[in-house]
């Protein structure tokens, strides 16, 4: 009852927060707290002239640093919003007014336990950056390093933890009031969200992010991460190397300073390639200020609080679906997608790939340049709800990456399209991969796999048989002793599975 209250509460302020800005649109739509958004309606600001998504981040930018974060989750969710929406959502800027730096230097002689002055001879209090979970602050250390310094906001540990409270309970009662809505599994997607936010709060996972980032790139001279000062690192304090370049979103500063645009943004395809592909980690905010181009023309990423993990099944997901859509076979663009399992078995494969083209042409009919793979992906989400597909919560925050991807490189060359450097690469992956050759080590190591197990499979089994031959003589002699009739023992049933185990293990191996 207590959370009811507390919840209904905070579902009034946003309701009115919403209404002041004219985009009480997201609960209307899911249809829930309807006497609320009713009241709400009273205070609603009318004749605005900014787009609906436009409204919907003011609104979330005054709610504050957890609705900041959630809107820029939303801006990957086309199937619950519009496009337009989206789109609009994903320009939400994480930027909010810095917290003296004071209360810098108080976090971090608390976490460091040691005097700000004895860490570095130099602690800029003004911060060079402040988003909505911490700024940053240079400074040199006392061995003469130049550093940012990364430090937590006071107390927005528990601010989140309330606002997720209340995500969870809004996402609960959509699922319960609004059967329609469950394919999304949006209590699936606030729990993903909730997991970002929960690594972005350690800093000490952002330092150990950054270097496995690093460390996935070692050796290559044009892309590289800050060193992490771990001596200076703790839970609510990250320190690592001062990077000195020009954004990589700022085009006009990197051709004055003799940067060649069209080797920057084929280094960045690549790279983004070789996250998701190659490595299957990969930085989930790469937006135009989160990268730097050092003189030597080696890209530097930097804030490696939003990291994204992808399986193995789901890149080659991802590679045949990607280069599908490029050759436009949409019947393989739907095989994909049946193959993955997102769309049930029981529609039509025809009708699916129909829908596909419907989607890709309109697309694909425009200058390479203008070709948008996070726009088809945000379009293929809006025929979900036809063909009954689920929502996969753990792509979202790689179709916002994607989507991040694609404006960096428009901003260094508007005439080149991301994806189309980044396709032979790619196409090599998935012969290297899936192709039969790779189909046939893989089997190959699963049978070797199988067979040095089955050693330790027969022993298992012949300790079953033993302890078993050991309690069928006790209930044997227990059944002489009762009379002459005596009762035959009882064979388990962990022996009867122990056995077919190892005639399953033995066949499979022959075959």
Not at 313 to 319: D, E, S
Not at 430 to 448: D, K, S, V
Request: with cysteine; aromatic share 8%.
């Amino acid at each position: 009852m207590l959370r009811f209250l507390r919840n209904g509460l905070r579902l009034v302020r946003l309701a009115f927060a919403l209404a002041r800005h004219d985009a009480l649109f997201p609960l209307e739509t899911l249809r829930i707290a309807t006497g609320i958004v009713a009241v709400a309606r009273l205070v609603r600001r009318r004749n605005d002239a900014r787009r609906p998504g436009q409204r919907l981040a003011a609104a979330f930018t005054d709610m504050g640093p957890s609705f900041i974060k959630f809107g820029q989750a939303l801006s990957t969710r086309a199937d619950l919003l519009s496009e337009e929406v989206a789109i609009d959502l994903g320009q939400l800027a994480d930027h909010l007014a810095p917290f003296p730096g004071v209360d810098a230097r108080r976090t971090i002689e608390q976490e460091l336990g040691r005097p700000v002055d004895a860490l570095f001879t130099s602690f800029d209090d003004a911060p060079v950056a402040a988003a909505s979970i911490a700024q940053v602050h240079y400074a040199v250390t006392v061995d003469g390093r130049e550093v940012a310094v990364k430090v937590l906001r006071p107390g927005i540990e528990e601010a989140f933890a309330r606002d997720l409270d209340l995500f969870y309970w809004l996402a609960d009662l959509v699922e319960r009031a609004q059967p329609r809505f469950r394919r999304l599994k949006p209590l699936a997607s606030v729990r993903a969200f909730a997991d970002v936010v929960r690594v972005e709060m350690d800093l000490r996972m952002e330092a150990a992010a950054a270097e496995e980032l690093g460390g996935n790139f070692a050796g290559d001279a044009f892309y590289r991460t800050p060193a992490i000062d771990w001596d200076r690192t703790a839970r609510r304090v990250m320190t690592m190397e001062r990077v000195h370049g020009i954004p990589i979103g700022d085009r006009d500063r990197l051709l004055a300073a003799g940067h060649d645009v069209n080797a920057v943004l084929k280094k960045s395809a690549e790279a983004f390639f070789y996250q998701v592909f190659r490595d299957g980690f990969f930085h989930g905010d790469m937006h135009g200020g989160n990268a730097f181009v050092e003189e030597s023309g080696c890209i530097v990423p930097v804030d490696f609080g939003i990291m994204g993990r992808v399986d193995t099944a789901t890149r080659g997901y991802l590679a045949e679906l990607l280069i599908a859509f490029l050759r436009r076979d949409y019947r393989t663009v739907a095989e994909v997608q049946f193959r993955a399992g997102y769309v049930p078995p029981d529609k039509s494969v025809d009708v699916f790939a129909q829908a596909c083209r419907s989607i890709g042409e309109p697309i694909f009919g425009k200058p390479s340049n203008q070709i948008s793979i996070a726009r088809l992906l945000a379009q293929l989400l809006r025929v979900t709800e036809q063909f009954e597909m689920e929502a996969q919560p753990q792509l979202l925050l790689l179709q916002k990456t994607m989507l991040m991807a694609e404006g960096m490189g428009t901003k260094l060359n508007p005439e080149v399209n991301i994806w189309e450097l980044a396709r032979p690469l790619i196409e090599e992956w998935m012969g290297t991969h899936f192709g039969p050759r790779a189909r046939l080590e893989r089997a190959l190591g699963e049978t070797i796999d199988a067979i040095r197990k089955l050693p330790r499979l027969v022993d298992t089994i012949e300790r079953i048989a033993e302890r078993e031959r050991r309690r069928a003589e006790r209930e044997l002699t227990a059944a002489q002793a009762d009379g002459p009739a005596g009762r035959w023992p009882r064979l388990d049933w962990a022996l009867l599975v122990a056995v077919a185990a190892l005639a399953a293990a033995i066949s499979a191996w022959w075959i």
